[in-house]
């Protein structure tokens, strides 16, 4: 079953076709990172009007590169939840249009169950249950995932999400947006114990995490140092090693104390921080002393891309899931709560 994919959710615009959910015949992403970098974020408004603008060119050449007409995909997935709801309504009616005017099935696909799908195209072998912690920018869950299209969130964050205070952190070290990327590549060589960051506990919820306090803790140890940009090139190398290592410890400790509560043996990391080395090395690490098999997206599929949209929604067409043309995008969506 051949899916032409579409993600609009941030500030990628992306199409893919995907065959069976695991092969990729085309994935184009065209990103809006160099716009918002000037702003120091995404703005909304220009990332829904850039969609508009991107998302039929884009469409266009996913399926040329898979050599394929409209009329030979099977089916549309979309990404319908969770997101910027201006820049998800563009994916959304976009896809809609698409599934009437070739009388396909429209299948609605949650972003965040496309980031866990991701592992699905880099690992054949891969399938439910397995625990899965989804790290992005604007989410940061441990997840049961029980079947292709049934999760239970055992941990979440109470605050910003991981990826949310390493670019805050990197913003206020003067690092360009998106500041987890530069943060990564900054900290390559410097002495990850050089500074020591707090890992919040939260009372009575063994898994959850509190971002907010690690990267408020950055903060003000960036501003007691005098830091910011005026900073020298080594202090600025360990500090952006120790912070990567203090949020890639937390997410750890919490995964493999849910790894090990639940007796789970496998466990799938997705989202766009789980592209950070840091992260990728401890968990690799502790997983082999601990026994559990470890599967990491490729670094292609963890940032936002439509490839995990088609890997999912070819998932949730196996489970009887189709939307009408009534579908509607949704800003804030549980990855349980939906269907
Ligand atoms: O999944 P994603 O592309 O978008 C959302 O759904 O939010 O994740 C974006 C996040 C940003 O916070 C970005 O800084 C972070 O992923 N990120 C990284 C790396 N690459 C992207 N964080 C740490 N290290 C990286 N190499
Ligand atoms: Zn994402």
Redesign the pocket.
């Known amino acids: 079953m051949k899916i032409l994919a579409i993600e609009s959710?941030?500030d990628?615009t992306a199409a893919a076709v995907v065959e069976d959910g695991r092969r990729v015949l085309s994935s184009i992403i065209a990103s809006q990172v160099e716009t918002h970098r000037i702003y120091g974020g995404v703005v909304p408004e220009i990332a829904s009007r850039m969609h508009v603008e991107a998302i039929s060119g884009v469409t266009n050449e996913a399926l040329r590169q898979a050599g394929l007409g409209l009329e030979d995909v099977d089916a549309l997935a979309v990404t319908y939840a969770p997101?910027l709801i201006g820049a998800l309504l563009v994916g959304v009616n976009f896809a809609k249009g698409m599934a009437f005017a070739a009388g396909k099935p429209l299948l609605a696909v949650h972003?965040l169950r496309g980031?866990v799908a991701a592992n699905y195209l880099t690992h054949g072998d891969l399938q439910p249950p397995f625990l899965s912690l989804i790290?992005?920018?604007?989410?940061t869950h441990i997840v049961e995932v029980n079947s292709y299209t049934s999760y239970r969130v055992i941990g979440r964050t109470r605050d910003d999400?991981?990826?949310?205070a390493?670019?805050k952190t990197?913003r206020a070290m003067g690092l360009p947006y998106?500041?987890?990327?530069h943060?990564?590549?900054l900290g390559k060589g410097g002495a990850p114990q050089a500074f020591s960051f707090p890992r919040p506990k939260v009372a009575d919820a063994p898994y959850d995490f509190s971002f907010s306090g690690l990267k408020t803790a950055a903060l003000v140890k960036l501003k007691a140092l005098g830091l910011y940009d005026a900073v020298d090139a080594k202090t600025k190398q360990d500090f952006s090693a120790a912070f990567?290592f203090a949020v890639a410890d937390y997410l750890c400790q919490n995964t493999l104390r849910a790894a090990r509560a639940g007796n789970h043996q496998t466990l799938a990391l997705a989202?766009?921080?789980c592209?950070?080395?840091?992260?990728r090395a401890e968990m690799q690490r502790r997983c082999k002393a601990a026994g559990i098999g470890l599967y990491l997206p490729d670094l292609a599929y963890?940032?936002?891309n439509a490839a995990m949209i088609g890997a999912q929604g070819y998932y949730e067409h196996q489970a009887g899931r189709s939307a009408g043309l009534e579908l509607n995008a949704v800003a804030s969506l549980g990855i349980d709560a939906a269907g």
């Open positions: 959710s941030c990628e997101g972003h980031h790290v992005s920018g604007g989410h999400a991981a990826g949310e390493l670019d990197a998106p500041g987890g990327l943060l990564d590549q990567q989202g766009g921080v592209a950070n080395s840091v992260l963890c940032g936002d």
